[in-house]
Structures are given as C-alpha cells and as structure tokens.
C-alpha cells in the first residue's frame, strides 16, 4: 500500500509540473493582458502535431524539435493577438472570451479536416528509471527537467531582463507603463507569445509519452484553469505549484476510489478554491 | 390587443416565432419539425440565457448545466418514477430553479472572469459528478422504456406533443425576457451590468437581483431539457452538459446582440441555419467549425453589438420597435 502512494504520489507529481507550464502560460497572458486565453487548448493540440510532424516526417529528435515547436508557439500567440485580441483588449471580458474561442474553433475545425480525430503518439523511447519499487519511463523524467527548466528560465526572463521587466510594468499599470515609454502594445503581444509558447512547450513535452487527438488541447486545457487557480490568477510561479497539487491529486485520488472520480474532486476543489481563496492557494488573503 | 399592438418590441419576436413555428404543423412534415425543433430549442436557451448574460452582464459558461439537470431530472421522474410528463417538466424546472439559488447564494459573489471560470468549472464538476452517479445510470446514461410513448398516443404523437410544448415555452421565455426588461426589476439588472458598485449605492439589492435573474434563466432550460431527453430517448452525461452548447450559446446571444428581446431570437435561428447549412452542404461540411468560428470573430471585431445593436445603432428610427 506505501509502496503504491509513494509509486503513484511520484507520477502525479512528475506529469503535474509539466501541467504547470501550460498554466503558466495561460496565468501569465492573464496576468499581463487581461484576457482568459479559451485557444490555450488548441495550441497545446497544434504542438503535439507539430512534433509528431517533426520527429515523425522530418526525422529530428523530440528534443531537438522542441524549440522549434515552442518558437512556432510565440509566433502563432503573436499572431492571435494582433488579428483577435487586439481590438478588443479594453471591451468587456466577454469580447475577449469570444475572440479566442473563435480562433479556438477555428484551430480545431481544420485541424480536424487534415488530422481527424483519431489518435496519433509519437514514437520514441528513452528505456525506464527503476528506483525502488517505482518505474519510470525516461521521457517522463526528461519531461520533468525540462519543464522545471522552464519555470526557472521564466523566472529569470520575467526579473532579470529588461524586456521582463516592462512586461511585469505593464502587468501591474498599463497606463503608467506606457508614460515611462514602454510600447505596451507591443509588450502585451509578447506576454501573449510568451504564454502560448508555454502551452506549445508543455504541448510538445506530453507529445513525448502521451497518445493524443486533435481534441487532447480540450483536457488539458481544462487542467490548466483548474492549476491557475489554485496557484493563483496570473502568478506564474503559483502555477507550477498549483501544477504539482493537481498532478499529486491525480496520482493519490485514483488509489482510493474509482478514477473516474478525479474530475469531480478537481472541479470541485476549483470552485471551493475560487470562492474561498480566489488569490489561489497561496496568495495572499484579500 | 391594441395596447399590445403599442408595444411592438414585445410582438415582433412572438409573431417571429409563431410563424416559424407554425410551419411544420400546417406541412405536417416530420422533417422540417425535427430542424425546427433544434431550432426553437437554441431560440429559447439563448433568450434566457440573455437574461443573465444580457441584462445583469455576467458571462456564464454554465447555461447548458440547467438544461442538463433538468433533463436528468425530469427522466428519472418519468423513467423511473413513471411520472406524467407534465410532473416531469415541473421536477425539472424545480430542479434547474434549485441549482441556480444554491448557485445564485455561492459563485455570483464572484464577478468578470473569475464568475465564467466557476461556471465552468461547475459544468465539468456536474458532469464528472453525474458520470459517477449510480441512480442516474452513471456513463452510459439512461434510456427510455418505450412503453412510456404509448400514455402519449405512441412515438409520432409524442413527437407533435414535445414540439408544441416546446414552441409554447419559447414563447413564454420571450415574454419573460420583454417582461423583465420594461419593469424596475430589469432596470436594477441593467444598473447592475453598468456599474454594479454604483447599482448597490442606488438601492439596488444586487445580491437578490442577481440571484433571481439566474434563477429565471435557468427554469425554463430546465424544462426544455426534459423535453429534449424525452423526445430523444435516451440521456448521458456528455449529451446533457457539453461546454460546447453553452459556448454556442452565448455565441447566439452576441450574434444577435445581446441586451434586446429580438436579438437572441434572430441569433439563434440564424446561427442554427448556418450550422445546419454548412453541415449539409459538401464543400464546407468538414470545414464548418472553422468558418463558424471565422464569422464569430468578425462579428466580435466589427460589430460587437449584435445585428439588433447595430441596426439600433444605424437606424434610430427603429428603436422604438425593436427592443
């Protein structure tokens, strides 16, 4: 029985940080450009096809692929501000909703046309890491580092450098931001870049030892809200915690009652944490 | 009546429906019922989804969850319980009506994105929730025992019946809606939307009025939802609470222009004729949701609100009429 919690405490904890980079980067777009970005899903789906394109036709190794993918991520983000969000940034929440689900929409119908909703995987083994009573595929372990390489890298980009620091500016004043000559326009665009290469990153990463569909985006959207939440609307760092609680809660709950229970307790942790904490887990109390 | 003829906001969208409605029944087609029944079905869901969405301004992306536990509600009333389909349909509304003031006293404290998260998250915890429910038949649902049809004059009359009802309830949920914009209650919801601090300062109990515009939208999903499942034959979680369906939903309710009596209706036919559309047509069959989703963004960029808002917009002499 220890045996199994410690087994199934350590695979949800590995699979939870790499949740946690998709929601950070759903947390951080917004964070910066105050839009609830519904087409996260769709480019986490787009990235796990563009490494299946790349290790599968072009023949690179996953890891080398990966960069690509997360470049193709910021591209795709940049591009989705300045045609859809752009010119509802100041309406109400609900324009912005609508216009990312739209681009939602528009991502997955044809992707569907080229793709079909069967599943794909991506080929590719690292052997197991055997300790103790617990075995672990390789690629989750790699999975693992790179995406607690990642947050590190975040961190560093969002205090350490000068681009970092306007996007915190605009973060916290937009306005005020832009009288000190930071173009704001231009910084929310990046933020939002930045946040989908997140998804596309994490994306590519589950690529490496999970099946999926052009619809996978949908789940694994659907985590990211939970893990932002409670880790805290737009803290960056909060969601790759909240990431670990969701992950460890996937591997714990399954070993008591059914799986099939999961979701419930997920979402109704959610909805418990969003009334009772709504600053997440850790934030501070309003 | 010629007060009624006075108030053209209220009798433009009713005449709208009545005729669209009455079709099937002077064709006696089968067909053009089962299409206009979805049809009627998104007519009703949007304008009283409009109520909350529209009036008091809070974005909902459970709307689909009333018309989920209505259902599922409603057909173990009948199934099970073998109640008369009318119990039914009050047990569903009860306990849409239920949901939403629990709902109503919880997560309407919450307000912008942090509300359209809970609601979302309340869909997914329901649906997760009643997958794993026993009496509910859990995954794989329930079906009817089609003995049932026979208390209603077998299927084919069953059929005409839920229609009727159905075109019925579409009807009252526009009045609804025209009702609760011309009274002090709605003016409270329109503060409300406006500036919600200001709204409270003004006297408006906001806590109340919210709670009771979300009850209102949700009573009659509640119902349709019994209708739906009944008509259909059989339910399961992932038919009773898609997040798509509210999605589209709101997407009808923006269409139109959100706000107005009219709008809702004119959105959700139109949207529904589109999608029925390019179902249908080969070219665009695989490529519908795209080009769904393409119109929805141009519409969100360029004429956020709605055909009715920009026709008020552009017209000011038709303000009068269409509410």
């Not at chain 2, 075109?167 to 406006?194: C, D, N, P, Q």
């Amino acid at each position: 029985m220890f045996d199994q919690l410690v087994a199934s405490l350590v695979d949800g904890l590995l699979i939870g940080v790499v949740y946690g980079v998709a929601a950070m980067g759903l947390t951080l777009i917004w964070g910066v450009v105050r839009v609830i970005n519904l087409a996260h899903g769709a480019i986490i789906a787009m990235a796990m096809f563009g490494l299946y394109y790349l290790v599968g036709r072009v023949g690179l190794n996953p890891y080398v692929a990966l960069p690509f993918v997360a470049l193709g991520g910021l591209v795709a983000g940049y591009v989705i501000y300045v045609v859809a969000v752009h010119r509802v940034i100041n309406a109400p929440p609900l324009a912005s909703l609508l216009a990312t689900f739209a681009v939602n929409m528009m991502i997955i119908g044809t992707a569907t046309t080229v793709f079909t909703t069967s599943p794909y995987s991506v080929n590719f083994d690292l052997g197991r890491v055997t300790a103790g009573s617990i075995t672990v595929p390789g690629t989750r372990i790699v999975a693992t580092v790179a995406a607690i390489a990642v947050g590190i890298g975040l961190y560093l980009f969002l205090y350490r450098s000068r681009t970092g620091r306007s996007i915190r500016a605009v973060a916290n004043n937009r306005d005020a931001a832009e009288l000190m000559g930071i173009p704001s326009s231009r910084i929310l665009a990046f933020s939002f870049g930045l946040g989908t290469m997140l998804a596309a990153a994490a994306g590519a990463l589950i690529a490496t030892f999970f099946p999926f569909t052009v619809l996978s985006g949908d789940t694994y959207q659907l985590k990211s809200f939970v893990i932002v939440v409670l880790g805290g609307l737009g803290n960056p760092i909060g969601a790759l915690v909240g990431g670990l609680v969701l992950g460890s809660l996937e591997g714990l709950v399954p070993v008591f009652m059914s799986a099939s229970w999961v979701p419930v307790i997920e979402f109704g942790l959610f909805v418990v944490i969003l009334l009772a904490r709504p600053n997440g887990l850790f934030g501070a109390r309003r | 009546m010629i007060r009624l003829l006075k108030r053209p906001g209220l009798w433009i969208p009713i005449v709208l429906v009545l005729v669209l409605g009455m079709i099937p029944a002077v064709t006696g087609s089968a067909t053009l019922r089962e299409g206009l029944f979805l049809l009627l079905m998104f007519v009703a869901l949007a304008s009283s989804l409009n109520i909350l969405l529209g009036y008091t301004g809070y974005v909902s992306f459970g709307h689909i969850v009333f018309f989920g536990i209505g259902g599922y509600v409603g057909f173990y009333c009948l199934n099970v319980l073998h109640a008369p389909l009318v119990l039914a349909c009050a047990a569903g509304a009860a306990a849409a009506g239920l949901l939403a003031l629990g709902l109503g006293a919880s997560i309407l404290r919450l307000r912008g994105a942090y509300f359209a998260l809970a609601t979302l998250g309340i869909n997914e915890a329901l649906r997760s929730f009643v997958s794993n429910f026993g009496p509910f038949g859990g995954p794989i649902g329930m079906s009817l025992d089609f003995s049932i049809y026979r208390d209603y004059g077998g299927p084919g009359q069953a059929l005409w019946l839920t229609y009727f009802a159905l075109l019925a309830l579409t009807i009252v949920v526009i009045a609804m809606s025209y009702a609760v914009k011309s009274s002090k209650f709605g003016l409270g919801l329109l503060s409300i939307r406006e500036d919600e601090d200001a709204a409270a300062v003004m006297g408006v109990h906001a806590p109340r009025a919210k709670t009771m515009a979300l009850v209102l939208s949700s009573l009659v999903p509640g119902v349709i939802g019994v209708l739906f499942f009944f008509k259909n034959g059989n339910i399961e979680p992932a038919d009773a609470f898609r997040l798509q369906s509210s999605i589209e939903i709101i997407v009808m309710v923006m269409l139109g222009g959100f706000g107005t009596v009219l709008g809702p209706v004119l959105g959700a036919a139109g949207y529904e004729r589109l999608r029925s559309f390019l179902l249908t047509s080969d070219p665009f069959k695989s490529l519908q949701l795209s080009i769904a989703g393409f119109a929805l963004l141009l519409i969100i960029l360029f004429i956020p609100n709605g055909i009715v808002g920009w026709l008020r917009a552009r017209l000011p002499r038709v303000r009068g009429t269409l509410e």
